[in-house]
């Protein structure tokens, strides 16, 4: 159980565009979902937290304008990244997470990644 | 949020017990300590999570002394295919944002 689903694995775009990544939560409901981007050889950075049906919120230096979150429903949420430039090429990494049973434990649920090139 | 200091690196042959030790001096009542797996070009895998004392899995054991300010993953008998980056992690609990931030990990190196 507790699976988390990324689509697309892989997408190439060209400069300027703009690209969408899905992250599904496939049979639980995730309250919050966390979006992180991931530089070869480097460890994971949070680029902003989300929970359904409210504004996400973003880590210090992250652009909400470029970096577009929306998490409609509580299996889905949606990074969309706007006017893609070389350097925004990188691995996109979703988890999801629900509440647990006792009273301070949760467990992120990581989708598999996305891989992000930008020509 | 708690920062986590762990090894950089360590090395180990199959069919070792591998142990990885790290520090959060900083770790708060409310902190949960959990560790992940990734393997390159893939999301982290869960592994263990633990508030004190000593929790086992199938996979791995997690050691947490009584002031919390540290703990051991360890992992029983490795194999090539538990080379990998481990990472620490403390985390907020439920009620709050359950944010994780991730320190750089311990890439495991398994020698046959």
């Known amino acids: 159980g507790a699976v988390v689903s990324q689509h697309p694995s892989r997408v190439i775009c060209k400069s300027g565009t703009s690209v969408k990544i899905e992250c599904r939560s496939l049979?639980?409901?995730?309250?919050?979902m966390f979006w992180y981007r991931q530089f070869p050889k480097q460890s994971l950075m949070l680029m902003a937290t989300?929970?359904?049906?409210?504004?996400?919120?973003?880590e210090q230096g992250v652009e909400k304008d470029k970096f577009l979150i929306n998490h409609a429903s509580l299996t889905l949420s949606t990074l969309t990244v706007t006017s893609a430039h070389p350097e925004d090429s990188s691995f996109y990494i979703c988890?999801?997470?629900?509440?647990?049973?006792?009273?301070?434990?949760?467990?992120?649920?990581f989708g598999p990644g996305t891989r992000l090139t930008v020509t | 949020l708690a920062k986590t200091t762990q090894p950089i690196s360590m090395d180990s042959y199959e069919g070792q017990e591998v142990n990885i030790t790290c520090s959060h001096n900083?770790?708060?009542?409310?902190?949960?300590i959990t560790w992940y797996q990734q393997f390159p070009s893939q999301g982290p895998r869960f592994i263990i999570q633990?508030?004190?004392t000593k929790v086992t899995n199938e996979v791995a054991s997690l050691f947490i002394p009584a002031d919390r300010k540290s703990s051991t993953l360890s992992l029983p008998r490795v194999s090539l295919s538990d080379t990998a980056v481990y990472y620490c992690?403390?985390?907020?609990?439920?009620?709050?944002?359950?944010?994780?931030?991730f320190g750089q990990g311990t890439t495991l190196q398994v020698k046959p």
């Open positions: 988890s999801a997470t629900f509440s647990g049973g006792a009273a301070f434990t949760y467990e992120q649920y």
């Open positions: 049979d639980f409901q995730a309250t919050t």
């Open positions: 989300s929970n359904e049906g409210s504004k996400a919120t973003y």
């Open positions: 900083n770790i708060a009542t409310n902190d949960y």
């Open positions: 633990g508030y004190k």
């Open positions: 992690l403390v985390g907020e609990g439920s009620g709050n944002t359950g944010k994780l931030i």
